[in-house]
């Protein structure tokens, strides 16, 4: 058997005279891929030991900066514990992890 190269013309010739149905998608199907809500990551807890800062000066000022001007940012939260020096932190797995980014500057030795 012997194989011939077509000519991309002669291709397109070729395909213009057969009768290939085209396949599409439905179109309910793009909107129901366009309007499918968005995965909700659950928030949860988890305490920071802090090693030099106070943890109830280290959860003002970081509430101070995850606060906005109208009160109150649901997607953090951050609860000092001064028995432990810990912070309790209540957020997504990626707030958190921005905020220990954020702690871990914070927390050094001072003089």
């Given at each position: 058997?012997?194989?011939?190269?077509?000519?991309?013309?002669?291709?397109?010739?070729?395909?213009?005279?057969?009768?290939?149905?085209?396949?599409?998608?439905?179109?309910?199907?793009?909107?129901?891929q366009?309007?499918?809500?968005?995965?909700?990551?659950?928030?949860?807890?988890?305490?920071?030991?802090?090693?030099?800062?106070?943890?109830?000066?280290?959860?003002?000022?970081?509430?101070?900066?995850?606060?906005?001007?109208?009160?109150?940012?649901?997607?953090?939260?951050?609860?000092?514990?001064?028995?432990?020096?810990?912070?309790?932190v209540?957020?997504?797995?990626?707030r958190?992890?921005?905020?220990?980014?954020?702690?871990?500057?914070?927390?050094?030795?001072?003089?």
């Open positions: 058997m012997r194989i011939r190269h077509l000519a991309p013309l002669a291709l397109a010739a070729l395909a213009s005279s057969c009768h290939v149905p085209k396949v599409e998608r439905p179109a309910h199907h793009a909107e129901a366009a309007s499918a809500p968005e995965q909700t990551v659950e928030p949860q807890y988890e305490l920071i030991a802090l090693e030099y800062a106070s943890a109830p000066e280290m959860a003002n000022t970081l509430s101070a900066l995850i606060h906005d001007a109208s009160g109150r940012d649901d997607k953090l939260r951050v609860i000092a514990d001064s028995r432990t020096n810990a912070l309790l209540y957020g997504t797995p990626e958190i992890a921005q905020l220990k980014e954020l702690i871990a500057q914070l927390d050094r030795e001072v003089g």
